[in-house]
């Protein structure tokens, strides 16, 4: 078994998510007591919201590739950036380390195509669905059509992100408010939805959707899971 590296706090909420799911899926494939071998780095996702929030990208750039180096340092096989978001910068992060990235929209983008999705709604932070870093890659190179909101719809998305759910806030009209966005996606052609922010799985579950739905934790988690576990080369 391969160890598992994760740059995490962004937010720490969806990072227990990710420590929870790789041990879980390790002790379901191996059975007994085996658990993940991993590293986690965890920043203070204040900092980071603040580069965020005053556009300071070259800041939070050096702020990844700092972690990004810890991680390595601490015996990190592979590199998880537990966050949507900051794959803004996932380039200069893996030209920054001497190991390979798990790209978390390259292991979103190969579980659309599994399930047969080729036009997908996108929800996640207003950087996620506006940028090209993410929707750009999801359509060059994987040929998914990539659906967001109207701007008032990414808006309350965007909000319910940074003033809820990093916050540990879960609330059932926020549920309802995605869920209408979703409902408003789907009937203009969606075949599926992307949780492109890695909060949003814990306010909206797979069971409260009609079409596929696309966690993207779970997903990156369990593809590094798969990784750890394979032959090594």
């Known amino acids: 078994m391969r160890t598992i590296g994760m740059l995490g706090g962004m937010s720490w909420k969806s990072s227990i998510e990710y420590y929870r799911i790789v041990n879980e899926a390790v002790r379901d494939r191996l059975g007994g007591t085996h658990s993940a071998k991993s590293v986690m780095v965890s920043v203070d996702f204040h900092e980071i919201e603040a580069m965020q929030q005053r556009g300071d990208w070259e800041a939070a750039t050096a ?21 949507n978001t900051m794959h803004l910068m996932a380039d200069e992060v893996q030209d920054a380390i001497g190991i ?7 292991a979103t983008a190969a579980a659309v195509r599994a399930a047969g999705v080729e036009v997908v709604a996108l929800l996640g932070t207003r950087f996620t669905m506006e940028q090209d870093f993410y929707r750009g890659r999801l359509a060059g190179r994987h040929g998914l059509d990539v659906r967001i909101p109207d701007d008032a719809g990414r808006a309350v998305v965007h909000d319910v992100i940074y003033d809820e759910l990093v916050r540990g806030i879960v609330r059932d009209e926020s549920r309802r408010a995605y869920l209408d966005i979703i409902d408003g996606l789907v009937a203009e052609g969606a075949q599926g939805v992307i949780a492109g922010c890695t909060e949003i799985e814990l306010l909206v579950a797979p069971g409260d959707v009609a079409v596929p739905y696309f966690p993207t934790t779970r997903i990156h988690a369990e593809a590094a899971v798969d990784w750890a576990l394979a032959e090594a080369p």
């Open 63 to 83: 702020a990844m590739v700092a972690g990004a180096r810890a991680v390595e340092a601490g015996g990190a096989d592979v590199l998880l950036i537990c966050t």
């Open 100 to 106: 390979p990235m798990l790209h978390i929209a390259d």
